[in-house]
């Protein structure tokens, strides 16, 4: 086994463990609970200075009585849908587990447009006369301050000791290290990874089926199974002995490869099976709609604002000489080859420098053949380089969006020399249009390897919403403000 040291808690010195573990998650989601309640307060306060800037100053009309009556009203109009939106997230698994940080903010922005909608709906019907500015900016600003309050309480909580929880990983092979690695990657959710056990030499510490104290032996407040199918048959009342003493475990299933995030899931009264009924969401015309329009109203709304930078960068670029544009072939959906554009950073004879320099060094050339790219790249112009480690250089994409050629987000588009490094996975890559942004770019971007890239893309494929989407995109403005990966 690897471990380390975790720091155990007081609580957990002075009563039975599974009785501290279920205290200590208590006391966690109450105050992630209050958190959110002291949060819609601070919304509602913080939407009504510019509402009362906009009445007063512009509008030149009284905004709001302090100690009047519908001041009142409205506050107590709030605080129903406010108290609404928390039994809304309750629903959602909220304070009563720890969620993956996007997942977390997907509930809270769905939940606070639907409060919007059902506040908005009573103000009508009551013919109330609030500030229709005020009612639209509170809900805006609860969507950004719950998951801020949250991570000011995990920080306080963390700083107390009382945040973080060691997890015992039992499993080996490819699911313990898959695993492993997802848990590591979200670290808001503040799981502290002891170690990974193969249960074989679990099973032979634990006398007579003490899970509890082998938790308490390696200082674990969960357990995480991530078994293979043949160690689930090897011991099949590994899950029912956790649930009968009562301690806080999750399970890992094998499923590499399957769509996690597009199955149905059905139960069968009175019966231990759980089928799952897989659908792609990507094959659903409606989706691929949607994903269209989002492209394309998102794309004319980036050229707009984005125009004099567009006239910036050409005319450094035209300095060096040469055209502003360069279009290179690559592999769209289903197979149809495009033009993708991306201004000029190159020198004009950089295919003949490309050409001597791969016959010349041997190291530059498996460099380029794992990756068709080259970190000190000779080619590259000054203003070149700059426009590649800040990723500007493909900001004339959103034409090859607004053509219907690519997608904001997705697979990079690839050369019909790399299509055999997808593999099995290359049906796909041929099933979407390629991205500027994907799941690969915030992952590492050009730093992990090819086979990490093509796992993404698929992944990326097999799991598509518009939220990941929106993620990726949210994701990728730090990543390129940062350089991270960019050559």
Known sequence: MTSREATVHPMLKTLGYPVQLARLRRMRHVALL????????????????????????ILKRPFLDVFGEDTALRLIQFG???????????TRGHYRQRLPFWTEVKHIVLGCILMLLCDGFLMFALKADFSRLWLVLTWMVSAAVLPLGRRVVAALLDACGCWRIPVLI?????????????????????????????????????????????????????????LSSAEC????????????????????????????????????????IMMMMARNNLAQPMSRALKFCFDFVVAVLLMVLLLPLFAVFAALIVKDGGPVLYGHRRIGCNGRPFTCLKFRTMVGDSDRILRELLERDPAVLAEWRSSFKLKNDPRVTR??????????DELPQLLNILRGEMSLVGPRPVTADELHKYGRDLAFYLQVRPGMTGLWQVSGRNDSSYDQRVRSDAWYVRNWSLWHDIAILAKTVPVVLRRVGAY
């Open 80 to 90: 129903g849908f406010g108290i609404g939106l928390v039994l809304w997230l309750l």
């Open 383 to 392: 203003i070149g380089r700059f426009l590649r480690a800040s990723s500007l």
């Open 233 to 272: 048959v090897e011991d099949s009342d590994l899950i029912t002995d956790l649930v009968c003493e009562g301690l806080p475990f999750a399970i890992v299933p094998p499923l590499r490869g399957l769509p996690v995030l597009g199955f149905d899931r059905f139960y069968f009264f009175s019966h231990d």
């Open 170 to 226: 039992v499993g080996s092979g490819e699911e313990a290290d898959d695993a492993s690695y997802a848990l590591r990657s979200e670290p808001s959710l503040g799981y502290d990874i002891l170690g990974t056990v193969p249960l074989s030499a679990l099973l032979d510490t634990v006398t007579g089926r003490s899970w509890a104290a082998l938790y308490e032996t390696h200082r674990a407040q969960l357990v995480v199974l991530a």
């Open 34 to 57: 209050t958190s959110d309640l002291v949060m819609l307060l601070v919304a509602f306060g913080l939407a009504a200075l510019p509402s009362l800037a906009v009445n007063e100053w």
